[in-house]
T-cell receptor, first 114, second 112 residues
């Protein structure tokens, strides 16, 4: 049961470009939307997260845009660097009011060329 | 290092053998999660503990899988009679009362 759909599957940008990764969800009960970064052979690391009461959140070079009516959210990476080359996962959960289990998208493999 | 730790990092076993993985969460995190990740996919939820109580299990968790968290500290995940389809990365995450989950490095299981 696919509850979080992520696109594109892969993305190649030049250094300094702004890759954008999109996610769409179905369950309107979701109220917490994190993004994770994963390098090969490592566990996912939390990048940034947002709740539906705001439409945008910035942390350093990472920005989440959130559209509650469309049930979509996206990650923008400003001034991308080769070190940002990794797999990115969006996720959603019903938060601390329930178990808080995360439902992940299928991931986007990002390559930033020097 | 005060992050989530998992042991072993890699495990190779033969089909039919039993394996056990350990997860040590961040100290004082009362929530602990197990996920499974296959190649090219996002992690999938397996089970959730709040302190020592196992409060949710995914339908992915067949009868061959069992998890424990005695005394609400570390957790173990055991797979009995392993099958080749069990080959995956098994991830543990811990969380305080809020939503933020911190993942460990994972245990990569290969079933021959």
């Amino acid at each position: 049961q696919q509850q979080v759909k992520q696109s594109p599957q892969s993305l190649i940008v030049q250094k300094g470009g702004i890759p954008i990764i999109n996610c769409a969800y179905e369950n309107t009960a979701f109220d917490y939307f994190p993004w994770y970064q994963q390098f090969p052979g490592k566990g996912p690391a939390l990048l940034i997260a947002i709740r539906p009461d705001v439409s945008e959140k910035k942390e350093g070079r990472f920005t989440i845009s959130f559209n509650k009516s469309a049930k979509q959210f996206s990650l923008h990476i400003m001034d991308s660097q080769p070190g940002d080359s990794a797999t990115y996962f969006c996720a959603a959960s019903t938060g601390s009011s329930n178990t808080g289990k995360l439902i992940f998208g299928q991931g986007t493999t990002l390559q930033v060329k020097p | 290092d005060t992050g989530v730790s998992q042991d072993p990092r890699h495990k190779i076993t033969k089909r039919g053998q039993n394996v056990t993985f350990r997860c040590d969460p961040i100290s004082e995190h009362n929530r602990l999660y197990w996920y499974r990740q296959t190649l090219g996919q996002g992690p999938e939820f397996l089970t959730y503990f709040q302190n020592e109580a196992q409060l949710e299990k995914s339908r992915l968790l067949s009868d061959r899988f069992s998890a424990e968290r005695p005394k609400g500290s570390f957790s173990t995940l055991e797979i009995q009679r392993t099958e080749q389809g069990d080959s995956a990365m098994y991830l543990c995450a811990s969380s305080p009362l809020a939503d933020t989950q911190y993942f460990g490095p994972g245990t990569r299981l290969t079933v021959l």
